[in-house]
T-cell receptor
Framework: KAGVTQTPRYLIKTRGQQVTLSCSPI?????VSWYQQTPGQGLQFLFE???????NKGNFPGRFSGRQFSNSRSEMNVSTLELGDSALYLC????????????FGQGTRLTVV | EDQVTQSPEALRLQEGESSSLNCSYT??????LFWYRQDPGKGPEFLFT???AGEEKEKERLKATLTKKESFLHITAPKPEDSATYLC????????????FGTGTLLAVQP
């Protein structure tokens, strides 16, 4: 069974630009979550989608947004990039709707210059 | 508010030297606890799920245990390939799969 796939793996953007990251969950998983990981803050929850509905959102500015499609694939978007947005962005999928382990992709390394 | 604290922050072991990593938590109601391994620049790899106090899970040289206040990840006779950051996480309350992560323990096993 294929794992969680994130594209692209690496991205370099300039301040002020916007970026879209993509995530394909494990087949049959309807829950997709996104996390930001930085050396100073660790893994911080961004948002979670289940059956195309955003169920939960972390404490991030409105520049961070996401969506989920009917095939459970998800995208997240960051607009007006700032230097501080440089991080590893991780997507995870889960089989059940609550309290279940999440399986992570390899992440997208975003560098803002 | 649910919280997860891991210790130590970093641990250096000699190959074959067994030790334990700690994950302490405060939670309104235990909904499970997860252990992950993360290699540099990669996503966390799922290791174990523990749901109730007294539960134990094993995989190769790793054994995870759970009490009402903390979880331990015991590493028996580690090898250099066990070097990684080990993370524990709790599910957040409510209808969600949001996970609350500890800051991790960076394990280095020297040959």
């Amino acid at each position: 069974k294929a794992g969680v796939t994130q594209t692209p793996r690496y991205l370099i953007k300039t301040r002020g630009q916007q970026v879209t990251l993509s995530c394909s969950p494990i087949s049959g998983h309807r829950s997709v979550s996104w996390y930001q990981q930085t050396p100073g803050q660790g893994l911080q929850f961004l948002f979670e989608y289940f059956s195309e509905t955003q169920r939960n959102k972390g404490n991030f500015p409105g520049r961070f947004s996401g969506r989920q499609f009917s095939n459970s694939r998800s995208e997240m978007n960051v607009s007006t990039l700032e230097l501080g947005d440089s991080a590893l962005y991780l997507c995870a999928s889960s089989f059940r709707d609550t309290y279940t382990e999440a399986f992570f992709g390899q992440g997208t390394r975003l560098t803002v210059v | 508010e649910d919280q997860v604290t891991q210790s130590p922050e970093a641990l250096r072991l000699q190959e074959g030297e067994s030790s334990s990593l700690n994950c302490s938590y405060t939670v309104s109601g235990l909904r499970g606890l997860f252990w992950y391994r993360q290699d540099p620049g990669k996503g966390p790899e799922f290791l174990f799920t523990l749901y109730s106090a007294g539960e134990e899970k094993e995989k190769e040289r790793l054994k995870a245990t759970l009490t009402k206040k903390e979880s331990f990840l015991h590493i028996t006779a580690p090898k250099p390939e066990d070097s990684a950051t080990y993370l524990c996480a709790l599910p957040s309350a409510g209808a969600t799969n949001k996970l609350i992560f500890g800051t991790g323990t960076l394990l280095a096993v020297q040959p």
